[in-house]
């Protein structure tokens, strides 16, 4: 996998309140991710851009809702998520705060 794929596979972290919880309990991180990523670019991307072991990778396909606008008709796009298990001794920090 090359760098610049390596940039374009994680889109950000996903906040939500299901987020925070799985965070939590499981030590897994969830981001958004290309739709086109498979688990092990995802697996790579994070290991190589935060330094961190990555133990197993889950993903999921969410579909956009249908939405009305007035009279017009629209829909939210699609977009997958990627749960990311950390191993033992590794942590995530997005808050950047140096300890």
């Not at 996903?14 to 969830?30: D, G, M």
Request: hydrophobic letters at 40%; glycine letters at 6%.
């Amino acid at each position: 996998m090359n760098q610049e794929r390596i940039y374009q596979v994680l889109l950000g972290p996903h906040v939500s309140e299901k987020a925070t919880l799985v965070a939590e309990a499981n030590r897994q991180f969830v981001f958004k991710v290309r739709l086109d990523a498979n688990k092990l670019e995802i697996k790579k991307a994070v290991e190589k851009l935060f330094n961190v072991q990555v133990a197993f990778v889950n993903t999921t396909v969410v579909k956009g809702k249908n939405k009305r606008f007035g009279r017009s008709l629209g829909r939210r796009s699609d977009f997958k998520k990627a749960y990311v298990a950390l191993k033992d001794g590794f942590d995530l920090d997005f808050t950047g705060a140096a300890e």
